[in-house]
């Protein structure tokens, strides 16, 4: 409805606009502009680089750690979809032997302990949680891990844009051109598929195109709207 309604839209990358003009909205209310994701991301990288301590924090090295973010309630609410995800991460400790940094939500902890998941976490060796952290400490943590598993949309772009492998942890995804480019791939939540999604992902060369932009979309919305805003008054 609310595209049907709009005056301007604003698609992020091409597909978006395809599936636009799929429902019949007119084209030349349509601009592919980017993402402003990736103005975020290249604008606080730089700030990220110089003022985030994060890794000596924790004591990592580039490429040298993985990192996770899981927090959807699909996942952490749900036992066997948590065990299936704990499991994968035991394996991959197993397998590689380095660090595993886990920001986990305070609900997340919680639903571990409900769904009696502790000691399942506590024999993980390489696992470490850590309280959540600021966005410039985040990103410095994505751009620098060796591969980042997450059930989040936002970081499932990031990565994409800082060339950094990534697998998901869910059955599908809103951020369908991270798969077609290669930067992505769905793991879900089960321990297997998470090792060899993994594997497949860091035996990747990190060549893929990012489909975003380029790091200007708010500068090419504010001009598009200025235009029409003096159409309009013309």
């Not at 698609?11 to 990736?38: F, Q, R």
């Not at 996770?68 to 704990?86: F, I, P, W």
């Not at 599908?172 to 793991?187: D, F, W």
Request: proline share 3%; charged share 30%.
């Amino acid at each position: 409805l609310a595209d049907h309604a709009s005056d301007l839209l604003f698609a992020p990358t091409e597909k978006s606009m395809n599936i636009l003009l799929g429902e019949d909205v007119e084209k030349e209310k349509v601009s592919v502009t980017g993402n402003t994701i990736v103005d975020s991301v290249i604008q606080n990288k730089e700030l990220a680089d110089r003022k985030s301590r994060i890794l000596k924090t924790l004591n990592l090295k580039k490429d040298e750690y993985f990192l996770v973010t899981a927090h959807r309630q699909e996942n952490v609410d749900d036992k066997e979809r948590l065990s299936g995800m704990l499991s994968g991460f035991e394996k991959l400790s197993d397998k590689y032997n380095i660090p595993i940094i886990y920001p986990i939500h305070p609900r997340t902890r919680k639903m571990i302990d409900k769904l009696g998941l502790g000691h399942v976490v506590e024999k993980i060796k390489n696992l470490k949680l850590i309280d959540p952290v600021g966005f410039l400490d985040f990103l410095q943590l994505e751009s620098n891990a060796k591969l980042v598993l997450t059930d989040s949309g936002g970081v499932q772009e990031e990565t994409c844009i800082l060339k950094v492998p990534c697998v998901t942890l869910r059955d599908n995804t809103e951020r369908p051109e991270t798969l077609e480019v290669g930067s992505n791939i769905l793991a879900g939540c089960d321990a297997e598929k998470i090792i060899e999604c993994a594997e497949i992902m860091l035996d990747k060369e990190r060549h893929w195109k990012n489909p975003f932009g380029d790091g200007t979309s708010g500068k090419r919305i504010v001009e598009i709207c200025e235009e029409d805003i003096e159409k309009a008054n013309n």
